[in-house]
């Protein structure tokens, strides 16, 4: 298992599209991607429902947990893709 926390760039944070963004990317690895926000809430980031009920803000800052045999690079590339703006 590996994990980092990643602060959320997107002016109006993890709304539909970045979401889906987000989960998409996830799909591909075969780990399992989920992340922490808010003290102990956990959220599939394989899942748009799971990511939009977090309701993660613009300057949250979220932990990523990845674990599986990919997990560095799922780690990795999503750390990227969130910092990058998730398309935004």
């Known amino acids: 298992m590996v994990s980092q926390k990643v602060k959320i760039k997107n002016p109006t944070g993890l709304h539909l599209r970045p979401a889906g963004v987000l989960c998409k990317s996830a799909i ?4 399992v991607i989920t992340f922490k926000y808010g003290g102990e809430n956990i959220a599939n980031a394989k899942s748009v429902l799971s990511v939009l009920g977090a309701c993660i803000k613009s300057g949250d800052e979220i932990e990523l947990i990845c674990e599986g045999e990919d997990e560095e690079k799922a780690l ?12 935004e």
């Open 76 to 87: 990795n590339d999503m750390v990227a893709l969130i910092e990058s703006g998730l398309g």
């Open 28 to 31: 591909d690895y075969a780990s």
